[in-house]
């Protein structure tokens, strides 16, 4: 990590489906290179479709997972991991029940512990036990949040429980039958610090809903107030987004953009 800013990698794509191929062909590369690799994962609408082209990925090129270690970004507090709302469940119904993997090498923050601080420092532990998450995948909350950390988040925050922000609660109501109450008000998640510590990072957004919040962060100033600006600090980013997702960026970022 530094702390001079950096122009991540920028790569648009037409659509949320040609965005989700690239960051799949991404994940399976690293897998490709290094098979005992640690991936940090991001659940949401955004990566159903990178699971998606992911899965069949794998199966095509012959890549086994069963060595590969993940560390999921969040969990919601007080879901267990039996919950079908729970981002555990998430990760088996869209990539954990496709592969053949190892159990103990797939995490999700435990959002039931009993003690939630033990559970986060914890967390923090065997990422490190692990060696580090070499690529992290990441979207973006209209907050502007990376995993759930809600503005403001330092950028030197670590695995923690955090409250929800109400726009979040109304972003990820789906699952919870569209009532926003019904979202749990507290979440633990990776920190922004413990984010910034992973290899290379790529964030992933896609459609009209994200195109503000985007400019934000890869526009306007790096700050605890958009969580997603802090990935300009690290040296290996990369952003897919689509046109939608890219409509509020400047012609001059927009020039910078690799269109493959
Ligand atoms: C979820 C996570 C969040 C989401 C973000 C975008 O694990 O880390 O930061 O990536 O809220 O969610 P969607 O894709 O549903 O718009």
């Not at 409250?163 to 919870?176: K, P, S, Y």
Request: net charge negative.
């Amino acid at each position: 990590m530094t702390t001079q800013p950096r122009r991540p990698h920028l790569v648009i794509v037409k659509d949320g489906g040609s965005a989700a191929a690239i960051a799949a062909d991404m994940l399976a590369r690293e897998i490709a290179a290094v098979s005992d690799t640690v991936l940090g994962l991001a659940t949401g609408r955004t990566m159903e479709s990178v699971y998606e082209h992911l899965v069949p990925l794998l199966a095509k090129r012959s890549l086994s997972f069963e060595n590969v270690t993940t560390f999921n970004l969040d969990e919601y507090v007080g879901l267990s991991a039996e919950d079908l709302r729970s981002y555990r469940q998430y990760m088996i119904h869209h990539l954990f029940a496709h592969v053949i993997a190892d159990p103990r090498r797939l995490h999700v923050p435990n959002g039931t512990a009993e003690d939630l601080n033990a559970e986060c420092a914890a967390y923090e532990a065997a990422i490190r036990d692990s060696g580090g998450v070499r690529l992290q995948l990441l979207g973006i909350g209209e907050t502007g949040h990376i995993g759930f950390n809600e503005p403001p988040s330092a950028f030197d925050t670590r695995t923690r429980v955090v409250t929800l922000d109400d726009g979040t609660r109304r972003q990820n109501a789906e699952m919870f039958d569209n009532d926003p109450q019904a979202v749990p008000g507290q979440a633990i998640t990776m920190g922004v610090g413990t984010i910034l510590e992973a290899h290379r990072l790529l964030m992933l957004a896609t459609g009209t809903a994200k195109a503000a919040i985007v400019a934000k962060a890869l526009e306007g100033d790096i700050s605890p107030e958009v969580s997603a600006s802090a990935i300009r600090l690290h040296p290996a980013t990369t952003v897919v987004l689509d046109e939608a997702a890219a409509a509020c960026l400047s012609e001059a970022t927009r020039a910078t953009a690799e269109r493959p």
